[in-house]
């Protein structure tokens, strides 16, 4: 048995797998492959407006937020919301609690006035930030993948809300009414890269500037499109991605989700925390659920500790290059058994 802990792409179901391996060569008998059918078939658009439908049921999404499935990664998002929504006259405002912000905040320091208004693991564990009067939005990154800090305390304000929740969407419900925009790569909870989700609620997408943009990168082409699809999206993506909604539905939803999703981080920290030989020093408040980095005190042990967790069975548990260690991703389709097999892996390494 192999248990992946890659940060992402990530581990995907293996029904779901099993699945999409018979839709490679023949789609539910439409006697094509799920690659090699039109976006405009009938078919695929009922399969389309069923994801959104489903996704919309599993986050709770109310009506007055139109659900995009675009192109490019959240790192295109980056990009595309400053470019939308700061108006003449405005500044962006960025809160910093790591890697993945810090991307987001140098892209809108390329197009337009940046302020970093709060950073560190300080602005994760008091979420009153203190916000520029003409600020266009508030971005923020409710779970660092790299730095393994997470924070669902959102602020109480009237700047709009805009959360970068690629490592976290669907791993435990929230109320997104509080939040303007919620955007996510695919590639961790959800299915293949390439595909992007950015849920926009109806009045913060009219603020969109009509400056001229290219017209890929203004939300309005895509609202705007014939089914929603402004070009030619990655079909197998939204595939895999439907197929990953109708699991999560089938095995109790976000709420069943965050239950595991807690069980399994909290296993997985009360081993570090109950050794001497493995740390991880984010404030307890802040631990992320879905990524854990950890280190070795004894560093020079790492690559022997990687290498003996590969022939275990346990992969991709090296830390990003940026910050060096261990990170364990252990997003809703990892099993509490793989868990359970890198806890009892963790005990046999130290003694
Ligand atoms: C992975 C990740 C990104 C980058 O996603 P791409 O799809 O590669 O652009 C951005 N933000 C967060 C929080 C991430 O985890």
């Not at 192109?71 to 962006?92: K, T, Y």
């Not at 393994?148 to 109480?156: A, M, Q």
């Not at 984010?282 to 659920?289: L, Y």
Request: aromatic letters at 10%.
């Amino acid at each position: 048995m192999i248990y992946n802990f890659s940060a992402g792409p990530a581990v995907l179901p293996m029904s779901v797998l099993n699945k999409a391996q018979q839709a490679v060569v023949d789609w539910e008998g439409t006697g094509t492959s799920i690659m090699s059918i039109s976006h405009r078939s009938p078919e695929f658009i009922t399969m389309a407006e069923q994801m959104k439908a489903n996704l919309r049921d599993l986050m709770a999404i109310p009506d007055d937020y139109e659900i995009f499935f675009l192109h490019g990664g959240a790192s295109w998002q980056s990009a595309m919301i400053p470019a939308n929504f700061v108006g003449e006259g405005q500044v962006a405002n960025y809160v910093q609690t790591g890697y993945w912000s810090q991307k987001s905040i140098k892209e809108s320091e390329l197009l337009y006035p940046t302020h970093v208004i709060a950073s560190g693991v300080e602005a994760a564990l008091n979420t009153n930030w203190p916000m520029d009067d003409n600020a266009a939005y508030c971005h923020f990154t409710p779970n660092e993948t790299i730095d393994g800090v997470e924070f669902y305390d959102f602020p109480k304000t009237d700047v709009p809300l805009i959360a970068d929740m690629s490592s976290t969407i669907l791993s435990r419900p929230f109320d997104i009414s509080q939040l303007d925009m919620v955007y996510a790569g695919a590639q961790k909870n959800i299915g293949p890269s390439g595909m992007t989700i950015a849920i926009v609620k109806h009045a913060f997408l009219e603020k969109s500037s009509h400056r001229d943009l290219p017209s890929m990168m203004h939300y309005h082409t895509h609202r705007d499109a014939k089914d929603a699809m402004a070009n030619t999206p990655p079909t197998f993506a939204w595939y895999v991605a439907s197929e990953v909604f109708k699991w999560l539905k089938a095995e109790g939803g976000v709420r069943e989700m965050a239950k595991r999703n807690q069980a399994k981080s909290q296993m997985l920290y009360d081993a570090i925390d109950g050794s001497d030989f493995y740390a991880n020093t984010i404030p307890e408040q802040c631990r992320s659920w879905m990524n854990v980095p950890f280190q070795l005190a004894d560093p020079s042990q790492d690559e022997r500790f990687i290498a003996e967790a590969k022939a275990a069975g346990l992969i991709n548990i090296k830390g990003h290059r940026s910050v060096g260690g261990m990170r364990v991703s252990l997003y809703n389709a990892m099993p509490i058994e793989g868990v359970e097999a890198l806890v009892g892996f963790m005990s046999d390494f130290e003694f």
